[in-house]
């Protein structure tokens, strides 16, 4: 038996490995997806032979958003979440402020490294509690 990512509940060995095999699958997608459309807007390629990729990239982006939130809505007031947030809103904006798009697309880049591997103190850090909580335990609700 393994622990569950909050600690919570043990998962089995065969969950625990559908699970992370699951979405770090998810995850690889995703990055392919934000190459083959980053690479194409910061290129200024013709949208039709990129537009596959943000197909990928906005697909796997919300499932692995919705992973999250299913797991622990919490993750929705940590800063990993609140960044995530951003950075959809960033991408709203690629449309509207079509002359900033390699601008955004660096910022987009930026704000994923930040979520993804920065220290666990500031992607686990609630702007609701103004500390960090890890896990269900350290909050109630």
């Known amino acids: 038996m393994k622990k569950s990512h909050d600690g919570s509940q043990p998962l089995s060995e065969k969950r625990f ?3 992370r095999l699951t979405k ?3 995850r690889a997608l995703h990055i392919i997806g934000v190459v083959g459309a980053g690479g ?12 596959t990729y943000w197909v ?18 919490r993750w929705l ?19 509207p402020l079509a002359h900033w798009q390699v601008e955004i697309i660096i910022c987009l880049i930026a704000l994923s490294v ?16 103004r500390k960090v ?5 350290e909050i109630k609700g």
Do not use: N
Not at 56 to 73: F, H, Q, Y
């Open 17 to 19: 490995w559908f699970e």
């Open 24 to 26: 770090t699958s998810l």
């Open 40 to 51: 194409g807007i910061l290129l200024h390629i013709d949208k039709s032979q990129w537009l």
């Open 56 to 73: 990928i990239t906005m697909s796997s982006g919300l499932l692995l958003m919705l992973w999250e939130m299913v797991r622990d809505w």
């Open 77 to 95: 007031i940590q800063l990993k979440g609140v960044l995530t947030v951003a950075k959809l809103a960033l991408v709203g904006l690629l449309v």
């Open 114 to 129: 930040i979520v993804s591997h920065g220290p666990a103190g500031l992607r686990h850090y609630s702007i609701v509690h």
């Open 133 to 137: 909580i890890h896990g269900k335990k």
